[in-house]
């Protein structure tokens, strides 16, 4: 198999202008291959990094669990492939393969795969705090 990326490999940032394509599925399956997939059940790929937004390709087994975590920023989850639920508060959200789910920032919030799945966490700018007059 041609590898879809090289180890280390470096997120882009966004202190210069660039445009930049990624082969998603090929990423996920050579991370599903790592030693850490098979390890612990998940893997993760930073593929953008800056304070405008921030982007990871994560690939989890069935079952694994994404403990209670928050982001920093609004973020959208894109399901690749598999089958993944999302609890927030006392409510669960399934997605299945091709859609998406989006929340505010510092949403206390948990991740279950249903089955082997891949998906895409997009992470808005940091808030920030706006004066008030």
Same mark, same amino acid.
């Given at each position: 198999?041609?590898?879809?990326?090289e180890?280390?490999?470096?997120p882009?940032?966004?202190?210069?202008?660039?445009?930049?394509? $990624?082969?998603?599925?090929?990423?996920?399956?050579?991370?599903m291959?790592? +030693?850490? $997939?098979?390890?612990?059940?998940?893997?993760?790929?930073?593929l953008?990094?800056?304070?405008?937004?921030?982007?990871?390709?994560?690939?989890?087994?069935?079952?694994?669990?994404?403990?209670?975590?928050?982001?920093?920023?609004?973020?959208?989850?894109?399901?690749?492939?598999?089958?993944i639920?999302?609890?927030?508060?006392?409510g669960e959200l399934?997605?299945?393969?091709?859609?998406?789910v989006?929340f505010?920032?510092?949403?206390?919030?948990?991740?279950?795969?249903?089955? +082997?799945?891949a998906?895409l966490?997009?992470?808005?700018?940091?808030?920030?705090?706006?004066?008030?007059?």
């Open positions: 198999m041609e590898k879809a990326f180890r280390p490999y470096r882009l940032n966004f202190s210069k202008s660039w445009i930049e394509s $990624f082969p998603l599925h090929g990423m996920a399956e050579q991370l291959g790592e +030693d850490a $997939f098979a390890e612990s059940g998940r893997n993760a790929l930073s953008v990094r800056g304070d405008e937004m921030t982007v990871v390709l994560t690939v989890m087994k069935a079952g694994a669990v994404l403990h209670e975590h928050q982001a920093p920023g609004p973020a959208t989850v894109v399901l690749l492939s598999g089958r639920r999302i609890s927030a508060g006392a399934p997605l299945e393969s091709g859609s998406s989006s505010t920032a510092n949403l206390r919030h948990a991740v279950r795969a249903l089955e +082997d799945s998906f966490i997009v992470i808005g700018g940091r808030q920030t705090r706006r004066a008030t007059i």
